[in-house]
């Protein structure tokens, strides 16, 4: 049986945590939808379009270990805000969706374009502010020199980006639950989902 679990939300609101916690909680597959954005903007950096780079995306692609950075986030947004390449990404992240046993996709349109009969949709944000304080605290453990008002105007640079586009841009589905997790750490936001998904079940 597939049972999908959508969640959107701005760039470091606590999507991916979330998402990998909740898949494991629940033995569901965990697609992480920026990676595919952002191996096509990495693959641009090589010297293909990046329609050719969404086209001839493949798994290996997705395990450049500087996807993370925050360039590679840059570029993503910006390959991301071109129909064609959100199109040759479309059938690979429905039958994802619809794989048996379930599946989590954490992204920014999956409950709006990818999945919008999913079983529950999530809306995962926080401030500005707290947003950007998790994400340098995230950058700086793992080795990265950028300052706390850096990492925020990169967020919102990319923010604004993702939802000002004409297509798929970045907004909750009308029928999504907000979830504000600018007051919780990540233990409560993980207990207030999980509880979520086990009253859908
Ligand atoms: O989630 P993450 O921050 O890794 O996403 C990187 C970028 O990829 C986003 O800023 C957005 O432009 C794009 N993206 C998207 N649709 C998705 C997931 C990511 O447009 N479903």
Redesign the pocket.
């Known amino acids: 049986m597939s049972f999908c679990i959508a969640i959107d939300g701005p760039?470091a609101a606590g999507k991916g945590t979330i998402s990998r916690a909740v898949a494991k909680h629940f033995g569901f597959a965990h697609l992480d939808?920026?990676?595919l954005?952002?191996a096509t903007g990495a693959k641009t950096f090589e010297g293909l379009t990046p329609i050719e780079a969404a086209r001839s995306l493949t798994a290996r692609d997705l395990d450049r270990p500087d996807l993370r950075s925050g360039d590679a986030?840059q570029a993503?947004?910006r390959v991301?805000a071109i129909p064609e390449v959100r199109a040759a990404l479309v059938d690979f992240q429905r039958a994802f969706a619809r794989r048996e046993g379930g599946a989590v996709l954490d992204?920014?349109?999956?409950g709006t374009v990818i999945c919008p009969d999913a079983e529950v949709k999530l809306y995962v944000t926080a401030t500005d502010e707290v947003r950007a304080a998790r994400r340098h605290r995230e950058l700086v453990d793992s080795g990265e020199a950028v300052t706390v008002e850096e990492v925020l105007a990169e967020l919102r640079d990319?923010d604004e980006r993702?939802s000002a586009r004409a297509t798929a841009p970045l907004k909750p589905a009308p029928d999504a639950i907000v979830i504000d997790t600018t007051e919780m750490n990540i233990e409560e936001a993980v207990a207030r989902v999980i509880a979520l998904i086990a009253e859908a079940r």
């Open positions: 760039a939808t920026g990676l954005y952002r986030g993503a947004s991301a992204g920014r349109d999956i990319r993702d």
